[in-house]
């Protein structure tokens, strides 16, 4: 299958610091990514979906200016954690379907960054 | 609200037994159906896609999709220890821009 890859794997950082985190399709061209967060045993929650060359689209609850997201390019989206809190200590993952446009909508997940505020 | 559910679980199996996922969506008229197997600490990883009513086999897995009933599920044969993991169910709903609606996960584990 794609390949996605996230960087970095595991961050521990202080409260009140940010935190950037970049999803890349490695071996095909992304229009749309997704950003998901992971507490521990609880599924998956979208929190946004990326758009190269538009603004991204928020989920209900989730905030636009503590969680910024930018996709740079077609391979590239950055997902940056704002001011971070020990409440957003999570497991972020990203994932992009293999074919825009395509009715097919399988989607690859990144490895995910585990996000550690102290 | 559109809504994916999975039997809550965990699941126990004898290693060599066939493990049945089961899963129940809201929207009828959804198209898309995906399994993910997601071990502890990882990612999720597709295992199956399945688009259109019926059964869909890849090796061990089989995915079986009931657009009638609203139901998908994954039967897993042979079971191996390997495949103790949580398998999540996920729809792209109507409508939904290709996002994925995930349900809770059934912990299945697999006994040597």
């Known amino acids: 299958g794609a390949v996605v890859s996230q960087h970095p794997s595991r961050v521990i950082c202080k409260s009140g610091t940010s935190v950037k985190i970049e999803c890349r399709s490695l071996d095909f061209q992304a229009t749309t990514m997704f950003w998901y967060r992971q507490f521990p045993k609880q599924s998956l929650m979208l929190m946004a979906t990326?758009?190269?060359?538009?603004?991204?689209?928020?989920e209900q609850g989730v905030e636009k200016d503590k969680f910024l997201i930018n996709h740079a390019s077609l391979t590239l989206s950055t997902l940056t954690v704002t001011s971070a809190h020990p409440e957003d200590s999570s497991f972020y993952i990203c994932s992009a379907p293999q074919r825009a446009g395509s009715s097919y909508n399988e989607q690859f997940f990144g490895p995910g960054t585990r996000l550690t505020v102290l | 609200q559109k809504e994916v559910e999975q039997n809550s679980g965990p699941l126990s199996v004898p290693e060599g037994a066939i493990a049945s996922l089961n899963c129940t969506y809201s929207d009828r008229v959804s198209q898309s159906f995906f399994w993910y197997r997601q071990y502890s600490g990882k990612s999720p990883e597709l295992i199956m896609s399945i688009y259109s009513n019926g059964d869909k086999e890849d090796g061990r897995f089989t995915a079986q999709l009931n657009k009638a009933s609203q139901y998908v599920s994954l039967l897993i044969r042979d079971s191996q220890p390997s495949d103790s993991a949580t398998y999540l169910c996920a729809v792209i709903f109507s409508g939904s821009a290709r996002q994925l609606t995930f349900g809770s996960g059934t912990q299945l584990t697999v006994l040597p």
């Open positions: 990326s758009n190269e060359g538009s603004k991204a689209t928020y």
